[in-house]
């Protein structure tokens, strides 16, 4: 496997009145192309912050970070903006569909917003739910969908654009535990498929889905496992 992002370093540091937070603390992290990893900690950890740098939704402090080729650390918002674009797919809690548009049509924007002619979108927008089992529920809004079929909505969103992450951000955390498995199962097979998945939580149970687990506390790695792999303890 090829490295896909590396981050060193990074700190990101908040000025709270007189008082500095430091979010992130130093971290260091290496992901491989195809890897799937969990990113894990309780509220106020820093995985947060994490995920947002990761998802060029923010910048850090200092450090670097280099996502597929590209030097995030330093772009502008409408550097970043282009990046998020071709190189990331959010998966969110709250789903964040359209109410008033269809499965289809929520599932395209990505793709518009990339410039693809109506023709090309539309026809990856209806590949995209027919790869998440949806192609029968094209025309179908939000309120007509349960919650577990409105967030494969969402990860058909996040394939559109053929990205080289999926950013799950707690992808079950508003899914009853039959639905939120049947999620798990879908971000597994993603990953058995070459995809890069990069999952955000505070529960362990749901980390454990994926076969490397990094941990955070303040700002800090604690603990990089790759089951299989080695096990990195960090002080």
Do not use: W
């Amino acid at each position: 496997m090829s490295e896909l992002l590396k981050i060193e370093n990074m700190y990101k540091i908040y000025e709270m009145g007189s008082e500095k937070v430091h979010a992130l603390d130093g971290v260091d992290i290496t992901i491989q192309n195809h890897e799937f990893v969990a990113i894990v900690g309780p509220s106020g950890s820093g995985k947060s912050t994490l995920m947002n740098m990761i998802g060029c939704l923010d910048t850090p402090t200092s450090g670097t970070y280099h996502l597929d080729g590209n030097d995030i650390s330093m772009m502008n918002d409408k550097q970043l903006t282009m990046i998020r674009r071709q190189k990331v797919g959010f998966i969110f809690q709250q789903f964040n569909l359209l109410s008033k548009s269809t499965a289809l049509e929520n599932v395209e924007l990505p793709a518009m917003y990339n410039g693809d002619s109506a023709h090309d979108r539309k026809q990856k927008a209806v590949d995209a739910l027919t790869k998440v089992g949806l192609g029968d529920r094209l025309k179908h809004r939000p309120s007509e969908l349960s919650g577990g079929q409105q967030q494969r909505v969402a990860i058909a969103r996040a394939l559109v654009n053929n990205p080289p992450v999926l950013l799950a951000d707690e992808p079950t955390g508003n899914l009853d535990s039959k639905s939120g498995e049947y999620v798990m199962d879908m971000i597994k097979e993603l990953h058995a498929q070459g995809n890069t998945i990069i999952l955000i939580t505070h529960d362990h149970d749901v980390a454990e889905h994926a076969p490397r687990i990094i941990e955070i506390k303040d700002g800090k790695i604690t603990s990089d496992v790759n089951r299989g792999g080695a096990k990195h303890e960090f002080v």
